[in-house]
Every structure is written in C-alpha cells, then in structure tokens.
C-alpha cells in the first residue's frame, strides 16, 4: 500500500470530500475576484483585445497608422523616400504583420520589402521604423496601413484615478462608509444589552419576547419597508424632520438587523458559565457592570460575527439605500453608483472592474480582519442557549 493511500485511509473519506469541496468552492470565488482585479489595473485597449488570464504575457492588437506627411518625402539615389516609426506618442510594441486593407491586416511579414505596385515599396520591421520609397513623387494623403502589434503588459493605477475623481465614486465611498459604521455599531450595541437582559434577568413576558424576536427574522425586508418609510415619515413631518438624512437609514438598518442580533447575541450570552455571574453578585456587581466587564469581553466572537454580517448587508444594500437616502449624486452609495454606471459605461470594462473592485475591497478587508471569530460565535450562538 502506497504512503498516499495510507495517508488517505488516515484522512478519512467524508473529511476528504470536506476539504475537497471547501477548496473547490474557494477556487470558485478566487478566480472572478481575481479577474476584475488584474483587469481593472489594465491599459483599455488591451481590455477589449485579449482576457485577463494572459495580462502577464501581452496582447496582439491590430491598429490602423498613417506613414508619414508626403511633403518630408528625401530624394535618395533617384528615389523618393519617407522613413520613420509607427509608433507615435511614445507607444511601444512589437510589429508582427501588416497590411494595406483593413481585410487582410496581416498580409505581409516583417522585415522584408513589399511591392506595393506604380513603383511603389515599403519595408517595416519589427520595431516599427519604415522606410516608403516610390520612383516618383508622393501626392495626396499619407498611406494608410494596418498593423499586427504585441503590446507589451501594461498596468496603472489610472482605472481607479478616473473612477474616484472624474465619475463620482469617492464621494459615493464616503456615502457608504458614513451609511455602514454607524448601522453596524447601532444594532450590535442595542442589541446586547438586549441580549443580555432576556439571558440573565428575570422579569415577566421574557418568553414571550424571545418568541417574537425569533419571528420578526423571517420577516422579508420588502413586506416591511413601505410601512417602516410611512411610519417615518409621519414622525419626521410631526417633528419637522427632513425624510432623506443618514438618521433614517441608520434606523431602518438598525430595526431590520436587531432581530438576527438579538438572536444570535442571545444564545451566546446565554451560554457563559453560570457561576461567573454568582460570583459577581455575591461581589456586589450590579447588572450592568456584569455586562460591561464580564458579558461583553466573553461575547466578542459573537459581537465579530455579527458585525461581518451586518456589515456586508449594510455595505451591498441598495433598496434601502435608495429609499430612505435618495438617489441625488451626492446622496448615492457605492452600490447605486455602480448601477448608474452600468447604465451609462456599460461598454467601459475597465471603469467598471475598478468601480467593483473598490466596492469589494472594504468588505474584503473586514472579513479577514474578523473572520476568525466567525466560526466561532456562530457555532456557539447556535448550539448554546437556555
């Protein structure tokens, strides 16, 4: 028996299909968050002529060039002859091929001289100088020609410059961070002194609570959003509040998060040892110092939990968004700018990759800054309770 077969019988065959099954499904999500970051950091044209799987090895790219003006035409040897290079404004690359019609851009080799017909010759090589040369004088227009070129990797930061500055996402970056703190760190702080009060404290209706708790998080957002924005609007014009501010949104992200909080938080909470808050008591801790010294410390794994999953929902929403905040150039968030962009740059691959990837890289950051809480809190949040 072979050393891989017996480290497989070691292994196991359900935890082998795990680890398979968990590397296939990491693949899945690597390889497009992958592709729209190489992408978003490519030269346009190269976008449009080649994937982004062979970004590291250049691209072949066909153009059209005019020669050079007939009127820098040099007599030489009882020929007229114009030389110089395709490439302009400091463009760089290697000529494969060229041509004369734009259906046979790639009908000549390199290097060699091609009769052109009317005593007329061109010769380009592959770094792109030319030499034209015609038995009589040039007239007209410079001569068009097509070229086969293989444009060398090229990668800049100018996708991102354009979206942050010229198309309006920066602002709407601010839009959104100033949107997702806050509806992050509302729900998670009500929602543990909530928590802690239906684990630990004894008062009447608790079960009945908890019970509705546990039902409000079936709830569909769209059945519950019209009524939350009338309810709201009817306290704002009471009290003469304007409808579309930050405060809105943070309570309307507040009320829909609060029952998953509370939920999980709970069953947490509920599950810290006993004899610790006896022991507190017997101390002279009153409930409150229990929660804030003992409770929260014990509760980070499910306060971190949380806080990835509310985060990411505040971050990605984009009804609420546009309800509660408005749709105003300077109101939208990341998310409803990026739809507005699909709709006027549609056809801009590389506007778009960039504008997708800045809007992933924050809830990226945050996973992995926190995800080794996840498990954890929920794991716990799921199998303890009382």
């Known amino acids: 028996m072979t050393a891989i077969s017996l480290k497989l019988r070691r292994i196991g065959l359900p935890r082998l299909i ?16 992958l592709g729209i970051l190489v992408t978003s950091i490519r030269d346009k044209n190269q976008i449009t002529t080649s994937g982004w799987w062979t970004a590291f090895v250049g ?52 290097g060699q001289t091609v009769d052109l017909g009317e005593g007329e010759s061109l010769l380009i090589n592959g770094d792109g100088t030319y030499v034209q040369s015609k038995a009589t004088a040039f007239e007209g227009r410079p001569k068009r020609i097509y070229l086969t070129v293989t444009v060398p990797p090229t990668f800049s930061l100018d996708n991102y410059r354009t979206v942050l500055n010229s198309e309006g996402l920066g ?11 806050p509806a992050t760190i509302i729900p998670i702080l009500i ?26 998080i079936v709830v569909p957002l769209q059945m519950s959003l019209i009524p939350l924005l009338r309810l709201y609007n009817e306290i704002g014009n009471i009290f003469g509040v304007p409808s579309k501010t930050y405060a809105g949104i943070w309570l309307a992200h507040t009320a829909f998060g609060m029952p998953l909080a509370i939920y999980l938080l709970r069953n947490y909470i509920a599950g810290l040892p006993k004899e610790i808050m006896e022991s507190a ?34 971050w990605n929403d984009l009804l609420v968004a546009i309800v509660f905040l408005g749709t105003g150039r300077d ?40 995800q080794r809480y996840l498990v954890r809190g929920l794991l716990a949040g799921s199998v303890k309770g009382g």
């Open 281 to 314: 008591r017997v101390d002279g801790a009153s409930d409150f110092e229990i929660f804030l010294k003992i409770v929260l410390p014990l509760s980070f794994p499910a306060l971190a939990s949380f806080a990835i999953f509310q985060f990411l929902w505040v």
């Open 331 to 370: 109101q939208l968030v990341l998310t409803g700018a990026l739809n507005a962009l699909l709709g006027s740059r549609g056809g801009n691959w590389e506007i778009l990759t960039a504008s997708a990837f800045i809007t992933i890289i924050v809830p990226l950051l945050v996973f992995f800054c926190l």
């Open 18 to 33: 795990v680890h398979v099954s968990v590397l296939l499904i990491v693949i899945l999500w690597l390889i497009p968050t």
């Open 59 to 110: 691209s072949s790219q066909t153009s059209a060039v005019r020669l050079g003006d007939p009127a820098t035409a040099k007599q030489e040897g009882g020929k007229f002859v114009i030389s110089g290079s395709v490439f302009e404004n400091g463009a760089t690359g290697k000529v494969q091929a060229f041509g004369t019609r734009v259906q046979e851009p790639a009908a000549y080799k390199v």
């Open 191 to 216: 929602s543990a002194f909530a928590a802690y009060a239906l684990s630990w404290m004894q008062f009447s209706g608790r079960a009945l609570i908890i019970a509705v708790v546990v039902g409000l």
């Open 171 to 181: 602002q709407a970056f601010i839009n959104s961070l100033t949107v997702t703190i």
